[in-house]
């Protein structure tokens, strides 16, 4: 039987603090958030509202579907869907409600 790799993702809040979740397999960041009892914002759940939008900071994610809520300027910039994306390696998320704006803007400017 292969085990899983367990990957560790740091949740870096706009006030500086963290939070830190241990991930392994296929487990998205948002569910695993919510099994350590950590509140992340999200809507959908399937990467076409935005409301999870994070930044990456350090390391690497892979969506599992296409983050349809990100433009491509925007995944270039670092910004990935918590929701519907797993660690491929140890890693470092900026999260919190400002930044969904941040990637694609808001109407309300």
């Not at 925007?74 to 969904?100: E, K």
Request: hydrophobic share 35%; net charge neutral.
């Amino acid at each position: 039987m292969t085990r899983a790799t367990v990957y560790t993702v740091e949740l870096v809040w706009p006030d500086g603090g963290t939070e830190t979740v241990r991930i392994d397999g296929e487990e998205t960041i948002v569910n695993a958030a919510d099994r350590a009892d950590i509140a992340l914002p999200y809507g959908c759940l399937y990467g076409a509202c935005g409301t999870c939008t994070a930044q990456l900071l350090d390391g690497t994610v892979r969506h599992r579907k296409p983050p349809r809520a990100l433009k491509q300027r925007s995944l270039d910039a670092g910004y990935v869907l918590p929701c519907i994306a797993v660690p491929t390696s140890d890693c470092r998320l900026r999260v919190g409600h400002g930044i969904q704006a941040e990637a694609v803007g808001t109407p309300w400017k």
